[in-house]
């Protein structure tokens, strides 16, 4: 079982594709409509969607049947449950791949790079991840204080991951930052950088796996500390500011080929 079978019952619910983020990759997406796209990491297909009804096939490779259950049907996508470091698929069998936030999952990356570019061969990369080396200056560490070393542990750091995508895909490698909306409609773990509510709703937490992973007792004192804040105004008194804020770089970064 993953770790997604075990807490994505709601995921499509709360990790709706974001419109700015759909925007922002057809931005860099090089393919002509009608190419063969892979999804690795795929979820619930929300972006596989998105490729989909702009005239693209997809290949959505997905783990968790959990998430696959949840999949909007579409004739331009084929679900495939694999992981990204053994794909079932034949070498230069895509035109492109794209691993939107489910890069920090894989097992073992230099393996899960190598079986992209099998599949790819010189086809562009797009990932969707985050720079750790963001975490520590982020409000929500304040009442998660183990969401540092788990981000540090989990993310490679941008330098590191551009690294080994160079000497992998022998492609240059392009970065940018992603600053997010105020008003994100997909609620990864930075959903509530300027609403700081969202993050007492179960659902919400339930989509994001730092919290998954958090020991119990982290996360009911972080949960009564912040709602103790908002309640009293101490929130606002601190970080008020952001609420008038329309998007803030939080660390989340395109990487592409």
């Known amino acids: 079982m993953t770790l997604y079978d075990a807490i994505g019952q709601n995921y499509a619910r709360t990790r709706k594709r974001d419109p700015r983020i759909v925007e922002k990759l057809f931005e860099v997406l090089r393919c002509p409509l009608g190419s063969t796209i892979v999804d690795i990491g795929a979820g619930t297909g929300s972006y596989s969607q998105a490729l989909a009804e702009k005239g693209h096939y997809v290949l959505a490779v997905e783990p968790a049947a959990m998430m696959r259950n949840q999949a909007i049907a579409n004739p331009n996508i084929q679900w495939i449950d694999a992981f990204a470091e053994n794909l079932p698929l034949a070498d230069q069998s895509a035109d492109a791949a794209i691993v939107m936030l489910a890069f920090h999952h894989f097992q073992d990356h230099r393996q899960a790079l190598k079986e992209i570019c099998r599949v790819i061969g010189d086809g562009q990369l797009i990932l969707f991840t985050y720079d750790p080396d963001a975490i520590a200056n982020f409000w929500l560490t304040e009442y998660f204080p183990s969401l540092i070393p788990d981000v540090q542990a989990t993310f490679l750091t941008i330098p590191a991951l551009v690294s080994d995508i160079e000497s992998i895909t022998g492609q240059a490698v392009s970065v ?14 930075a959903v509530g950088w300027s609403r700081p509510e969202l993050y007492l709703e179960v659902d919400i937490r339930n989509g994001i796996s730092s919290f998954a992973k958090m020991a119990v007792e982290e996360r009911q004192r972080g949960m009564a500390s912040l709602k103790a804040d908002l309640e009293s105004g101490a929130w606002d008194r601190r970080y008020g500011a952001l609420r008038r804020q ?10 592409w080929t």
Do not use: N
């Open 176 to 189: 940018h930052p992603f600053p997010l909306p105020r008003d994100l409609s997909d609620s990864f773990a």
């Open 246 to 255: 329309k998007q803030l770089d939080v660390g989340y970064r395109f990487i």
